[in-house]
């Protein structure tokens, strides 16, 4: 579907116009968004579907899209076992849920609402940073990007989202209290918090940490702080007290991200099942020990 017209209407009811913030947009020809009020006009890029908001074009050294390095993970094995059962315990998270209205921030190139397509009637993507161009790929009807900048109030309207999510877009934050705050003023009551990020108590890492007494895996270089689902959730509710934490989900995955010098040892997918099964079983019912997968899901309910 390559018109996006029928659906940018119906979403008016939730968007606000950027620059005024009051509710009088209105699409006219070519995918241009007008304010009938303040009269300011936005253009969408017709290679990426993206509406730009920004008063400038962003420059945040850790923007919410990073671009992970080829060769980040130990082989394509344990890539696509790791991202495989993930989206699995996200998109059943999201299931769970039932939103009807989803603002995700920090959402990249906007692929998600592709692999959620039937768990939504509207999704609403901002991104602040620069994407790749979709090459033609058109982008549905019930779904709305854009991009603005950081700190500057969500141009959606109080109590209109069902879901607000942060897809690994957590921690590159430079302030989270302020766009916190702000999502959870998007969030009807009722609605849902929903954080996914890698988890800062993943058993291997606490090991390390353990045994050369500093902190490791921080990486300072992309990430402006780092979680165990604890301080997280310790976290949100300084910024809304009136947050309820509905759900950890911390232990699923216990396979260590190896060197590629030893990534053999990850030569099938039953192999990696299988293993994580074991450290699993380990951490879990030997040690006593609670959420120490490599990733978290935290899920907040207003």
Excluded at 25 to 50: A, D, W
Excluded at 81 to 108: A, F
Excluded at 204 to 229: A, D
Aim: with cysteine; net charge neutral.
């Amino acid at each position: 579907m390559n018109s996006r017209t029928p659906n940018t209407v119906k979403m008016n009811n939730i968007l606000l116009c950027p620059h005024c913030l009051k509710e009088n947009l209105q699409l006219e020809e070519t995918s241009t968004l007008r304010c009938g009020r303040c009269k300011v006009t936005f253009c969408q890029n017709p290679s990426t579907f993206f509406y730009d908001f920004r008063s400038q074009v962003s420059s945040q050294d850790k923007g919410l899209l990073i671009e992970q390095e080829l060769d980040f993970y130990s082989n394509n094995i344990f890539e696509n076992h790791v991202r495989t059962s993930t989206r699995k315990r996200y998109k059943k998270t999201i299931q769970l849920l039932k939103p009807e209205n989803i603002l995700d921030i920090g959402c990249g190139t906007g692929a998600l609402a592709e692999t959620i397509r039937e768990d939504f009637a509207s999704y609403i993507g901002f991104e602040p940073s620069d994407v790749p161009n979709r090459n033609g790929c058109s982008s549905p009807e019930n779904v709305f990007l854009f991009h603005d900048d950081v700190g500057k109030e969500l141009p959606i309207r109080n109590q209109s989202i069902d879901l607000v999510l942060f897809m690994a877009s957590y921690d590159h934050i430079p302030n989270p209290k302020l766009i916190v705050r702000d999502a959870w003023n998007k969030l009807k009551y009722g609605g849902h918090l929903m954080i996914v990020m890698s988890n800062y108590a993943f058993w291997i890492k606490s090991f390390i940490n353990l045994m050369g007494s500093r902190t490791f895996f921080k990486h300072e270089h992309e990430h402006y702080c780092v979680h165990s689902p604890e301080s997280l959730e310790k976290e949100i509710l300084s910024f809304v007290p009136e947050a309820h934490l509905e759900m950890i989900d911390a232990d699923d995955l216990y396979i260590p991200n190896l060197p590629k010098v030893v990534s053999l040892l990850y030569f099938n997918n039953w192999w990696l099942w299988a293993l994580n099964k074991v450290l699993k079983f380990f951490c879990t019912s030997i040690l006593r020990l609670k959420h120490r997968g490599s990733t978290m899901i935290l899920v907040f309910k207003k």
